[in-house]
């Protein structure tokens, strides 16, 4: 298995049809072995009926369901440790970063890298539908200045793109560390693979702004207490690195 394609779902039955399709339109043309795992956190949708029914049309596609909801973290971690690829990435279910944009990991991947990220916010990077100048740069890059300072990622400058890209070691050293389960799980992930040593790759990627998906403040609160566990887990020695 070369390629193992993470789709964390919550109540999606209206996009992840298009998104599998999408998805299976691209992988069935390559030469390489590849499965695509949905995770399913507790749906209280159709969407793990939608999934069973392409089940039969889309080669390798494989679901996971969990009967409570846990948390994008729980279900991307589980996603990740079930799966089989020699390379993994996650994906979001609404499709706003192809899985074209595998093809900018490859070199990467054939150097050795275990941790590549997509990125909104190096050179190359292409936003389309952007979102309003207040909650791209004040809130996002504001809030992501603040992730830099707790989490010591310092110099990346997009945590929260949910196009990340790992090799099988990468996983199976840095994902069973990993403690948060819903928002900050992202700056955990890096900064876990930081304190391993691990290089973290920023690669440009495209990225299609979906109006519907929107971060609200108080998941954003959430957030800022989970950026403040993390770092006392790392300063206690918590993860045991």
Wanted: hydrophobic share 40%.
């Amino acid at each position: 298995m070369h390629l193992s394609v993470i789709i964390p779902v919550f109540n999606e039955e209206r996009r992840i049809s298009k998104t599998l399709l999408d998805i299976d339109r691209y992988l069935s043309k390559q030469k390489y072995g590849y499965e695509i795992l949905v995770v399913d956190d507790g749906s209280k949708d159709r969407t793990c009926f939608v999934v069973e029914k392409f089940q039969s049309l889309i080669k390798n596609l494989k679901l996971i369901r969990n009967q409570k909801n846990h948390g994008k973290g729980y279900v991307v971690r589980q996603g990740m440790l079930e799966s089989e690829g020699d390379f993994r990435i996650f994906s979001d279910a609404d499709n706003s970063t192809s899985i074209e944009q595998i093809e900018k990991f490859w070199s990467l991947f054939e150097k050795g890298e275990g941790v590549i990220i997509g990125s909104r916010d190096v050179k190359g990077a292409v936003i389309v539908n952007p979102q309003p100048f207040f909650r791209r740069v004040i809130l996002g890059n504001g809030f992501n200045l603040l992730v830099q300072i707790i989490c010591g990622l310092w110099g990346i400058w997009d945590t929260q793109c949910g196009f990340k890209g790992f090799s099988r070691e990468a996983v199976e050293k840095i994902f069973p560390k990993c403690k948060i389960d819903r928002w900050a799980f992202d700056p955990e992930i890096l900064a876990l693979a930081k304190k391993m040593g691990y290089k973290i790759n920023e690669v440009p990627v495209t990225w299609i702004n979906d109006p519907e998906s929107k971060v609200k403040l108080k998941g954003m609160v959430k957030m800022f207490f989970e950026l403040l566990k993390i770092r006392q887990n790392l300063m206690t020695g918590k993860y045991q690195i």
